[in-house]
């Protein structure tokens, strides 16, 4: 029988007239050729976790709200994870950490690619991101594809992108970044000294 490994990418902002969503559409595209894996994306707007929304701690995973319940199930299914995120005042959007720490165990062990974009790229979002995957026990790869976008296009903010003209200097990264997320999966020794 032939195991399917799953690929969760995460859409992180909820914005009204975001791109986030485009991009990450973008994003798995590019992995469904390069990675053998089943990719589902995840928008948080579909999964509006309130901030403080369970009264125990994750970690004991005792969870009473059935959105939680049913976002423990998400998360606990998949073995790996692409998140794609813009960068917000050096950070990422506040709904991307809610989901995470709505959970805990559920994170444990599980690899993931951080994929931001933002007029320098987002790797400042990247970097905290990165040490707060590390905090869950997750496996990042190496390699943080950060996508540029003209500064006077994100002023514009009319809701549209065209990620293979837009992020095409980002796409060799974005290549390496998926092979040491595949690598990862076929579990290679070698790569594990990476994360």
Same mark, same amino acid.
């Given at each position: 029988?032939? #195991?399917?490994?799953?690929?969760?990418?995460?859409?992180? @902002?909820? /914005?009204?007239?975001?791109? %986030? #969503?485009?991009?990450?559409?973008?994003?798995?595209?590019?992995?469904?050729?390069?990675?053998?894996?089943?990719? +589902?994306?995840?928008?948080?707007?579909?999964?509006?976790?309130?901030?403080?929304?369970?009264?125990?701690? *994750?970690? &004991?995973? %005792?969870?009473?709200?059935?959105?939680?319940?049913?976002? @423990?199930?998400?998360?606990?299914?998949?073995?790996?994870?692409?998140?794609?995120?813009?960068?917000?005042?050096?950070?990422?959007?506040?709904?991307?950490?809610?989901?995470? $720490?709505?959970?805990?165990? +559920?994170? #444990?062990?599980?690899?993931?690619?951080?994929?931001?974009?933002?007029? /320098?790229?987002?790797?400042?979002?990247?970097?905290? &991101?990165?040490?707060?995957?590390?905090?869950? $026990?997750?496996?990042?790869?190496?390699?943080? *594809?950060?996508?540029?976008?003209?500064? @006077?296009?994100?002023?514009? $903010? @009319?809701?549209?992108? $065209?990620?293979?003209?837009?992020?095409?200097?980002?796409?060799?990264?974005? #290549?390496?970044? &998926?092979?040491?997320?595949?690598?990862?999966? +076929?579990?290679?020794?070698?790569?594990?000294?990476?994360?």
């Amino acid at each position: 029988m032939i #195991h399917t490994k799953r690929i969760l990418v995460i859409v992180a @902002s909820v /914005r009204g007239r975001r791109i %986030n #969503h485009r991009i990450a559409e973008w994003v798995a595209g590019i992995a469904r050729e390069t990675v053998p894996a089943a990719f +589902e994306i995840v928008d948080l707007k579909d999964w509006p976790l309130p901030p403080g929304g369970e009264p125990g701690l *994750p970690a &004991l995973g %005792n969870y009473t709200a059935d959105m939680t319940r049913a976002w @423990s199930e998400k998360v606990a299914g998949a073995d790996g994870f692409i998140f794609v995120t813009p960068q917000y005042n050096w950070g990422y959007p506040a709904p991307l950490k809610n989901a995470l $720490d709505h959970l805990y165990k +559920e994170w #444990h062990g599980k690899l993931a690619v951080i994929v931001t974009y933002g007029a /320098r790229g987002g790797g400042k979002c990247a970097k905290q &991101l990165r040490q707060v995957l590390h905090g869950l $026990d997750m496996k990042p790869v190496a390699t943080m *594809p950060g996508l540029k976008r003209a500064r @006077s296009r994100i002023e514009a $903010d @009319s809701g549209v992108v $065209d990620p293979p003209k837009e992020f095409a200097r980002a796409v060799p990264a974005l #290549h390496r970044a &998926l092979k040491e997320l595949t690598a990862a999966l +076929e579990g290679r020794r070698r790569w594990f000294g990476l994360f």
